[in-house]
């Protein structure tokens, strides 16, 4: 009898939701971005001002705001019982402690749910009904599960040659001459030695994460190898690529028996592309309605050109890969759901106001060659620049006779009160000679005290008019 009940309240919940979409009453809303891009700070500052008792007065340009049609959000309990629960107070315990701290980074996929109510004036809930209530379930995974999307169309052999065309950033970190004498010690035809497999992929692993954890890069395949979670020490990750362009060599390889070095190899990338990356895809990635992808242009900028170079390399990977959901395997998975994909230049309050245009000028540029790319299906794309939470104030100096902008907060590492003009953004993907005399040095803030009137951010009211607006008519 229980198992009956079990199953018939399944099928109870499963039939709300239903409902609620066929009367387009709920929509997940996707969180990501490359390694710190502030995707918890993000969700944390975004579920602040919807649930705040002002929303309102701080969110002027949403237009259910604007027009006094709002009446309250509130958090819900979440759909999705095998997700952990966004840990929201968690987040907001670090942001009010003394000296704020900024939340712990996305290790693992977690979800919430908000019930926004409001009154609806358009369509048929504007004639048959005084107020309605959207769902929005809101998922934070990490960004390198997201790098991972690339490999569903890769075979093994093109995988490698894909990463020996990255030798050059492999080779800047400390950690790649051992990996790489591990490397060529193999026998790639021979029989495989488990316990040399796995020295090796821990030797790619301890590289993975020096490069982008000290050397500021951005691609790392496998994801997982970053945050293994359940999966630590499992013959799934105990696999690496073989760092050679040489096709033929590949041809040989083929050849071999299925006992060989290369074979086992082979097969675990194809076991780590079936097991994990394509059931992420087809379970939670599948059932999006709409993506938003936050970016730190202003941290790559710091970090160099060789970094900048790779973010963009790895934001053109997503892109393109959300274009190749138009292949047989892929609309499978994608099926198509997501119609809005917002890419959003994070931090914008780190840079003075007269910066922030080319701040979101610069985000155009870097993505303008597979922007095109996400308009799969007939998915809208739209950039901004945002703050969800602000770190810093807005002002100006006089200096010289002439006033200039400044931002004032206090720096992350020391807490020292700065004001400063961090610099000019490139308006446009730097030139060669750009990075030779780049004037800035971007400064990382902590986040400010709370004032009275709460958090304060950046365009969040103009991301949930484009996010949300045309479902709150």
């Not at 670090?94 to 704020?100: D, F, G, M, Q």
């Not at 299925?258 to 992420?280: G, H, N, T």
Request: charged share 25%; glycine share 6%; hydrophobic share 40%.
């Amino acid at each position: 009898m229980a198992k009956i009940r079990n199953a018939f309240e399944s099928l109870s919940r499963q039939s709300k939701q239903l409902v609620k979409r066929g009367a387009d009453r709920h929509l997940r809303l996707a969180v990501t971005g490359l390694s710190g891009a502030g995707k918890t700070a993000f969700i944390t500052g975004l579920v602040h001002q919807l649930t705040s008792e002002q929303v309102g007065k701080h969110l002027p340009l949403w237009q259910v705001c604007r027009s006094d049609r709002l009446v309250g959000v509130r958090r819900e309990m979440q759909p999705d019982l095998d997700i952990a629960s966004f840990d929201l107070q968690g987040a907001l315990n670090s942001l009010e402690a003394t000296p704020p701290l900024w939340p712990a980074s996305t290790r693992n996929i977690s979800e919430l749910r908000l019930a926004i109510r409001y009154r609806p004036v358009q369509g048929l809930l504007g004639k048959m009904t005084d107020s309605a209530t959207l769902y929005l379930d809101i998922i934070d995974y990490p960004g390198e599960w997201l790098l991972d999307l690339p490999m569903l169309k890769l075979d093994f052999g093109t995988w490698c040659r894909q990463q020996s065309l990255r030798a050059g950033v492999l080779a800047s970190s400390p950690e790649y001459p051992a990996f790489l004498k591990a490397l060529k010690s193999i026998d790639l035809e021979a029989e495989a030695n488990e316990q040399q497999l796995r020295e090796v992929a821990e030797l790619y692993r301890a590289l993975l994460l020096d490069l982008v954890m000290n050397q500021g890069f951005y691609q790392a395949q496998p994801g997982r190898m970053l945050l293994p979670g359940d999966l630590e020490g499992t013959p799934l990750l105990t696999f690496f690529p073989i760092l050679s362009s040489d096709v033929s060599q590949f041809e040989r390889l083929e050849q071999s028996a299925k006992s060989s070095a290369y074979q086992v190899l082979k097969l675990r990338y194809q076991e780590y592309v079936s097991k994990v990356v394509k059931p992420f895809y087809r379970h939670h990635f599948a059932h999006f309605d709409r993506q938003l992808v936050l970016v730190d242009c202003l941290t790559a900028l710091n970090r160099g050109r060789a970094q900048f170079d790779d973010m963009t390399a790895a934001l053109s990977s997503v892109l393109d890969s959300f274009q190749f959901g138009k292949s047989n395997l892929l609309r499978r998975l994608f099926a198509p759901r997501i119609d809005k994909l917002l890419i959003a230049a994070s931090k914008a309050d780190h840079v003075t106001m007269d910066q922030q245009s080319n701040l979101l000028h610069l985000l155009g540029d870097v993505l303008k060659q597979s922007r095109h790319a996400a308009h799969f299906d007939g998915c809208q794309v739209e950039t901004m620049a945002i703050s969800a939470i602000r770190a810093t104030t807005s002002g100006s100096v006089s200096e010289q006779g002439e006033m200039r902008q400044v931002i004032q907060g206090h720096a992350l590492e020391s807490g020292d009160l700065l004001t400063l003009f961090p610099g000019e953004v490139p308006r446009y993907l730097p030139k060669p000679d750009y990075w030779e005399s780049r004037g800035f040095e971007f400064t990382a803030f902590r986040p400010a005290n709370k004032p009275e009137s709460g958090m304060q951010h950046l365009r969040l009211d103009h991301l949930l008019e484009y996010m949300l607006g045309d479902k709150m008519r």
